[in-house]
T-cell receptor, first 113, second 115 residues
Framework: DQQVKQNSPSLSVQEGRISILNCDYT??????FLWYKKYPAEGPTFLIS?????DKNEDGRFTVFLNKSAKHLSLHIVPSQPGDSAVYFC????????????FGGGTRLMVKP | EAGVAQSPRYKIIEKRQSVAFWCNPI?????LYWYQQILGQGPKLLIQ????????DSQLPKDRFSAERLKGVDSTLKIQPAKLEDSAVYLC?????????????FGPGTRLLVL
């Protein structure tokens, strides 16, 4: 039972344009969501997060939007840069789960110069 | 600040053999996690330690996998005997305290291939 899903395995975007990565979840108990970025041969690194009490969180070129009624979140990268090319994982957790994260399957983003 | 260290980086073994992975978390981090990432999937938590105690090991296949964190610092994850489906990247992560909302810092992982 996949509680966190990223339905697009890959996405290709032109440099300077917007990248939109999507994530859906099924567990209504999830109340904190994170995005991690992973380069080849490296471990995932934390990118941005959002609490369920918010619907938007912004950090520089990265913005995460949360739609609780649809159980959907998205990561927007504007403008996209070639260095953003990586695999992006969505993750979720609940308040009483300690720090246990449930990850989606990832989306490979390719930003073309 | 040094990151999470893992070794070896790559390991190839035959099925039914044993293998062990080592992790050194960020200094001072109380909580340590082991994840399994199968190709094309996201990381799946195997076990979580708080200091040297187990917080969650509900997804650890205990018939063949074992993990320990002696003295609350380094940790080893062992597979004995290995199966073909254990081929994956094994990621270690650590966080400062282990409470909710804490950032987890990941090591580079150990890529295991079981033939």
């Amino acid at each position: 039972d996949q509680q966190v899903k990223q339905n697009s395995p890959s996405l290709s975007v032109q440099e300077g344009r917007i990248s939109i990565l999507n994530c859906d979840y099924t567990n209504s108990m999830f109340d904190y969501f994170l995005w991690y970025k992973k380069y080849p041969a490296e471990g995932p690194t934390f990118l941005i997060s959002i609490s369920s009490i918010k619907d938007k969180n912004e950090d520089g070129r990265f913005t995460v939007f949360l739609n609780k009624s649809a159980k959907h979140l998205s990561l927007h990268i504007v403008p996209s840069q070639p260095g953003d090319s990586a695999v992006y994982f969505c993750a979720a957790t609940t308040n009483n789960a300690g720090n246990m994260l449930t990850f989606g399957g990832g989306t490979r983003l390719m930003v073309k110069p | 600040e040094a990151g999470v260290a893992q070794s070896p980086r790559y390991k190839i073994i035959e099925k039914r053999q044993s293998v062990a992975f080592w992790c050194n978390p960020i200094s001072g981090h109380a909580t340590l996690y082991w994840y399994q990432q199968i190709l094309g999937q996201g990381p799946k938590l195997l076990i979580q330690f708080q200091n040297n105690g187990v917080v969650d090991d509900s997804q650890l296949p205990k018939d063949r996998f074992s993990a320990e964190r002696l003295k609350g610092v380094d940790s080893t994850l062992k597979i004995q005997p290995a199966k073909l489906e254990d081929s994956a990247v094994y990621l270690c992560a650590s966080s400062r305290l282990g409470g909710g909302r804490e950032t987890q810092y990941f090591g580079p992982g150990t890529r295991l291939l079981v033939l």
